[in-house]
């Protein structure tokens, strides 16, 4: 059951994904990094939030249902390994500048997600 809740969780974060790419590209001109960035943030923001909600008890999961959230759709969802290739690739293109702030906004701006989603989730209590 487990492998299903992963199975199907992660093919709903990875549509959920490639939406988040198709509409970044038409936003922008170009899906990398701003889809990356932008899936990376949102995914920090929902761990975060579901922690906290979790955490103080105002949210209960099974462990099927937790998985299938945490492990299958956040997992499909939030790309860590693509932002190590879009950065690469920044390098590789000679936009080291871009690259920087590429990492800088993304590991901050994730930490600071995770953070706002948790600490907010407190707040409700």
């Known amino acids: 059951m487990t492998w299903i809740a992963v199975i199907l969780g992660g093919a709903a974060g990875c549509a959920a994904r490639h939406a ?4 970044c590209a038409r936003l922008t001109g170009s899906s990398m990094p701003v889809a990356t960035a932008t899936v990376n943030l949102t995914g920090s923001l929902l761990v975060g939030a579901l922690a906290g909600l979790i955490a103080i008890g105002k949210l209960q999961l099974s ?4 998985t299938f959230v945490f492990v299958g759709i956040l997992g499909g969802f939030t790309t860590f ?3 190590m290739l879009d950065t690469l690739t920044l390098v590789q293109s000679g ?3 871009t690259a920087l702030a590429n990492l800088a906004v993304q ?5 600071a997600c995770v953070w706002a989603g948790y600490y907010g989730a407190l707040a409700l209590r």
Do not use: D, I, M, Q
């Open 95 to 97: 936009r080291e500048g």
């Open 20 to 23: 988040v790419n198709l509409a």
């Open 63 to 66: 462990p099927h249902v937790r």
């Open 81 to 83: 390994s693509s932002f």
């Open 107 to 111: 590991l901050a701006g994730g930490v």
